[in-house]
Structures are given as C-alpha cells and as structure tokens.
C-alpha cells in the first residue's frame, strides 16, 4: 500500500487501526521479504 498507492504509514494506520509502529515495521519486513531470493524465503 505505502509504494503502490503512495499513502503516508500515519494514513496506513488510520485506515488500519494499527499503531504507526506497527505499521512500519510490517513495511521494513515486507521489503525484507521481498529482497530475498525465492528460495531463502520463508
């Protein structure tokens, strides 16, 4: 949601409930995640 719809973690957690916090350590693991090769995932 914060790259594809540019949308600030502050709006991301409003429309989520969630704590900013939350919300952006949920976007830090997602980059992770999405740095890693298929095969180390998970």
């Known amino acids: ?3 594809g719809l ?13 704590e900013p916090a939350t919300v952006t350590a949920l976007l830090a693991a997602a980059r ?6 298929a095969r180390g995932r998970g």
């Open 1 to 3: 949601m914060h790259d």
């Open 6 to 18: 540019h949308l600030t973690v502050d709006r991301i957690a409003t429309l989520t409930g969630t």
């Open 32 to 37: 992770r995640w999405i740095g890693q090769p």
